[in-house]
């Protein structure tokens, strides 16, 4: 089945411990992006990547890191995080030809930062 | 900078009731246009994009979008709502490679 993968679901952590949240696709696509969701302000987006060591800052992407080192591979890192990281996070992935067929979307990773 | 403005962040129909969500946009090209569905606990979903041709695009679900250059609106539209379309709904526009800007979302209640 063709899908985006988060890891993990919920994750509760502390100011200040790092923390990796995985995103992985099976479709070989090119483009892959991170969103975060807050109430009212819909998604924003964090990075992107156009491709294997090819990323990019989106709106907001301050306290904030990514890599793309394989191609089905899109990790978000917080080196430090912060209460105002407290949010909803989306991974998502299209085809290199662009926005034709759409996002696939992962199902989110609920992330709560104390 | 472009953006996308919903100005209903919360609408309640009664089921079998028509339904509209409205999205304007601001750009100054034609943009592409999309609407995504979120059901709770989960990703978005694609329901139908607008890229070129026809301004009225059907979608998945049973929903339509029309594209109104004059008005910068692309609102969503379903004749008769289930209770299962109860959910939040995201207009987006792509103005350039694969970057989306999405509106605030609207939350749709359904009454029995």
């Known amino acids: 089945e063709a899908q985006v993968t988060q890891n993990p679901r919920y994750l509760i952590t502390v100011t200040g411990k790092k923390l990796t949240v995985t995103c992985s696709q099976n479709?070989?696509?090119?483009?892959m992006s991170w969103y975060r969701q807050d109430p009212g302000l819909g998604l924003r987006q964090i990075y992107y990547?156009?491709?294997?060591?090819?990323?990019d800052k989106g709106d907001v992407p301050e306290g904030y890191k990514v890599s793309r080192k394989e191609k089905r591979n899109f990790p978000l890192i917080l080196e430090s995080p912060s209460p105002n990281q407290t949010s909803l996070y989306f991974c998502a992935s299209s085809a290199g030809t662009g926005l034709f067929w759409g996002y696939t979307f992962g199902s989110g990773t609920r992330l709560t930062v104390v | 900078a472009q953006s996308v403005t919903q100005p209903d962040i919360h609408i309640t129909v009664s089921e079998g009731a028509s339904l509209e969500l409205r999205c304007n946009y601001s750009y100054g090209a034609t943009p592409y246009l999309f609407w995504y569905v979120q059901s709770p606990g989960q990703g978005l979903q694609l329901l139908l994009k607008?890229?070129?041709?026809?301004?009225l695009v059907q979608g998945i679900k049973g929903f339509e979008a029309e594209f109104k250059r004059s008005q910068s609106s692309f609102n969503l539209r379903k004749p008769s709502v289930h209770w299962s379309d109860a959910a939040e709904y995201f207009c987006?526009?792509?103005?350039?490679?694969?970057?989306?800007?999405f509106g605030g979302g609207t939350r749709l209640m359904v009454k029995p």
């Open positions: 607008y890229f070129s041709g026809d301004t």
């Open positions: 987006a526009v792509n103005n350039a490679g694969n970057m989306l800007t």
């Open positions: 479709m070989n696509h090119e483009y």
């Open positions: 990547s156009m491709n294997v060591e090819v990323t």
